[in-house]
């Protein structure tokens, strides 16, 4: 069996949500949404996690996830950092959010070995879902493939959310529309960032969920590509991202992006409100036996 790598994304801080997501108590013995995605993670293949943090939050993480995880599968730190740039660009000191998930990635270079799945700490995504990604990595190809989740299965009762909209032809992605989703008059309203025109989506209509599988050799595409933004970017303001990344290699040729579906049920605390709806969606899963209470007994 091939090795495989998860990279947790966890050095954001959740604005709408209220301070540090990731570590939230959801399971019944006190599990993170992290914890889960590492389980099933490690039941379909994965043999090694890297989390990125700020450095900061490092104790904490050991201290909590680590202490759980680090028996069960080897567990490699990054620590993502403003300041972690070329020596010819300076990132003002008013900054306050990360680079972006990009510049995340970057920051777990020395790490990645094999070919690696990213994530988000914060989005329950299902074990079905690790499954699609872990077989896609075993056919060995050097090709990017998005894990799709239907739009139903990823939205909340509490507010609109954003989801990246995937245009597909022939199973492969011509571009993804970052928009806010909401249902209005039952029906699903997509409003772009970019201040495109809105659109209408179904409910079967496939979004990405960050959940991405990237042969080993793109981090070094990443890395090229970070050169470019930094001479273009406003410095206090721009965030490197993987959509932006992926949008380019597809718009250029250089990489085919395939899509690969799920019927995964995503869930994941958006607003404070979600909170509930997650342990209860987990509460649900451990009744059917999906997962035990004490998930690392």
Not at 79 to 93: E, G, T
Not at 174 to 200: A, V, Y
């Amino acid at each position: 069996m091939k090795n495989k790598t998860l990279l947790v994304l966890a050095a954001g801080m959740g604005s709408r949500f209220g301070g540090l997501k990731q570590t939230e108590k959801f399971g019944p013995n006190g599990e993170f949404i992290i914890d889960y995605s590492v389980f099933d993670a490690i039941k379909s293949g994965f043999n090694k996690v890297i989390f990125v943090i700020k450095e900061e939050n490092y104790d904490l993480f050991r201290e909590t996830i680590g202490s759980r995880v680090e028996s069960h599968i080897k567990v490699e730190y990054a620590f993502q950092d403003m300041s972690d740039v070329p020596s010819n660009y300076k990132i003002p000191q008013q900054r306050v959010k990360p680079l972006g998930t990009a510049h995340a990635l970057l920051a777990a270079k020395k790490y990645i070995n094999e070919p690696f799945v990213i994530i988000n700490s914060d989005d329950f995504y299902g074990y079905e879902a690790f499954e699609v990604a872990s077989k896609y990595i075993d056919k060995n190809t050097n090709e990017i493939a998005i894990v799709g989740y239907k739009i139903k299965n990823t939205l909340t009762e509490n507010g609109s959310v954003k989801r990246g909209v995937l245009q597909i032809k022939n199973n492969k992605l011509e571009k993804i529309i970052e928009s806010k989703i909401e249902e209005i008059d039952g029906k699903l309203i997509c409003e772009p960032l970019s201040n495109d025109k809105k659109f209408e989506v179904d409910e079967d209509t496939l979004v990405s969920m960050n959940m991405i599988v990237f042969p080993k050799e793109f981090i070094n595409y990443i890395k090229k590509e970070f050169d470019n933004f930094l001479k273009n970017a406003d410095l206090l303001n721009d965030e490197y991202l993987i959509p932006d990344v992926l949008s380019k290699a597809v718009e250029n040729n250089d990489y085919n992006v395939i899509i690969e579906k799920t019927n995964s049920k995503w869930v994941g605390v958006t607003y404070k409100e979600d909170t509930k709806e997650v342990k209860d969606y987990l509460n649900k899963l451990i009744k059917e036996n999906k997962y035990k209470a004490n998930l690392w007994e």
